[in-house]
């Protein structure tokens, strides 16, 4: 499977941003499909998942962000609003057969995007 993550750019604070994680090369639908994120010096961290339909996000970001998958264009989005400068950082796309109990580390997900820049300023 591969995959290519698009959508990033630089927005002021409370803005909007839609990222999207498109694959080729299996069927998409079947795997659990991760958003994380990596700021400058620090580790790639979880921000939102899609699994058999279900949604799972980090406190940091519920309410705020939405994860969503588009089974016919074999691609997942992250909808991004009231963007915070702590959201800053380069965006991963990872996708995996990943049990419930470990969706929230990066090592479950055997494939990912080449990473897109979310620069949230003040």
């Known amino acids: 499977v591969q995959l290519q993550a698009s959508g990033g750019g630089s927005v002021q604070a409370g803005g909007s941003l839609r990222l999207s994680c498109a694959a080729s090369g299996g069927t998409f639908s079947d795997y659990t499909v991760a958003w994380f994120r990596q700021a400058a010096g620090k580790e790639r961290e979880f921000v939102a998942t899609?699994?058999?339909?279900?949604?799972y996000y980090d406190d940091s970001v519920t309410g705020r962000f939405t994860v969503s998958r588009d089974i016919a264009k074999n691609t997942v989005h992250l909808q991004m609003n009231s963007l915070k400068p702590e959201d800053t950082a380069v965006y991963y796309c990872?996708?995996?057969?990943?049990?419930?109990?470990?969706?929230?580390?990066?090592?479950?997900?055997?494939?990912w995007g080449q990473g897109t820049l979310v620069t949230v300023s003040s």
């Open positions: 990872g996708a995996g057969r990943v049990i419930l109990s470990t969706l929230r580390r990066p090592s479950a997900y055997n494939y």
């Open positions: 899609i699994r058999q339909g279900r949604t």
